[in-house]
């Protein structure tokens, strides 16, 4: 049934000057019906400027940001940290479908609902985290989404349980782990170790990877190269 879509999808290949795609995994699926021609990796780039974090606190303040739905589950991630010893705090930044239900959620922990917030309101309350949360769905996909672009862009360390491109990006360049978020041991190693972390150094390397990879000029000005090349 698919045969018709991938003579398309080769003839479209073949014809065209040059490939691009947005993830590595992308670049890979392209290659295989583009008779290995190169493919050029632009991730999908932001304009996250740099912020000066806080002083760490006595508890641990997470902080998740984005968009409340069933694609972001916290529900296993909010009942393993009830069974944290640590004090912890949870931020939950941004609105949608599950909003209302997040704010009636009783807790053992203490978790404060800010809302959408944006620009310097946004960047405010971030100073303040020392840990990113990044849930998925279980079949979100092979990509590195922009949350974690965004994430890494603040310069502070990052749990998520999406592996494949995104969990080995930030395995290879130390800026966070891979956890299974419905097993609280496995949360809490993982809180532990990166609320131990050097803030200022951790910092410091993930705005260089931020710059590298993710930095909406820079990429915008090498897809502009490309295209004059042509």
Same mark, same amino acid.
């Given at each position: 049934?698919?045969? !018709?879509?991938?003579?398309?999808?080769?003839?479209?290949? @073949?014809?065209?000057? #040059?490939?691009?795609?947005?993830?590595?995994?992308?670049?890979?699926?392209?290659?295989?019906?583009?008779? +290995?021609?190169?493919?050029?990796?632009?991730? =999908?780039?932001?304009?996250? !400027?740099?912020?000066?974090?806080?002083?760490?606190? #006595?508890?641990?303040?997470?902080?998740?940001? +984005?968009?409340? @739905?069933?694609?972001?589950?916290?529900?296993?991630?909010?009942?393993?940290?009830?069974?944290? =010893?640590?004090?912890?705090?949870?931020?939950?930044?941004?609105? +949608?479908?599950?909003?209302?239900?997040?704010?009636?959620?009783?807790?053992?922990?203490?978790?404060?609902?800010?809302?959408?917030?944006?620009?310097?309101?946004?960047? @405010?309350?971030? #100073?303040?985290?020392?840990?990113?949360?990044?849930?998925?769905?279980?079949?979100?996909?092979?990509?590195?989404?922009?949350?974690?672009?965004?994430? =890494? +862009?603040?310069?502070?360390?990052?749990?998520?349980?999406?592996?494949?491109?995104?969990?080995?990006?930030?395995?290879?360049?130390?800026?966070?782990?891979?956890?299974?978020?419905?097993?609280?041991?496995?949360?809490?190693?993982?809180?532990?170790?990166?609320?131990?972390?050097?803030?200022?150094?951790?910092?410091?390397?993930?705005?260089?990877?931020?710059?590298?990879?993710?930095?909406?000029?820079?990429? @915008?000005?090498?897809?502009?190269?490309?295209?004059?090349?042509?």
């Amino acid at each position: 049934l698919l045969y !018709p879509w991938r003579v398309m999808l080769r003839y479209s290949f @073949s014809r065209s000057n #040059k490939l691009i795609s947005m993830s590595e995994q992308q670049a890979s699926f392209a290659k295989k019906y583009s008779n +290995g021609r190169d493919v050029e990796v632009f991730y =999908i780039g932001d304009n996250i !400027p740099e912020i000066s974090l806080s002083e760490r606190s #006595k508890s641990i303040k997470l902080f998740f940001i +984005g968009t409340l @739905s069933p694609a972001r589950p916290l529900d296993d991630l909010i009942s393993s940290l009830e069974k944290i =010893i640590t004090p912890i705090e949870l931020n939950i930044i941004g609105d +949608g479908d599950d909003f209302e239900r997040y704010s009636k959620y009783v807790s053992k922990i203490k978790i404060i609902m800010h809302g959408r917030k944006t620009g310097d309101e946004l960047h @405010s309350l971030v #100073k303040d985290c020392d840990i990113l949360l990044a849930p998925f769905a279980i079949n979100y996909g092979f990509s590195l989404p922009t949350k974690i672009s965004t994430y =890494i +862009g603040y310069g502070i360390p990052i749990l998520t349980n999406l592996d494949f491109e995104a969990g080995h990006f930030l395995k290879k360049y130390e800026l966070g782990s891979v956890v299974n978020f419905g097993n609280p041991e496995e949360v809490e190693v993982a809180i532990n170790y990166w609320y131990e972390v050097d803030r200022i150094e951790h910092y410091r390397k993930s705005r260089i990877v931020y710059e590298e990879f993710f930095n909406i000029d820079r990429i @915008s000005n090498e897809i502009t190269d490309l295209i004059h090349s042509i």
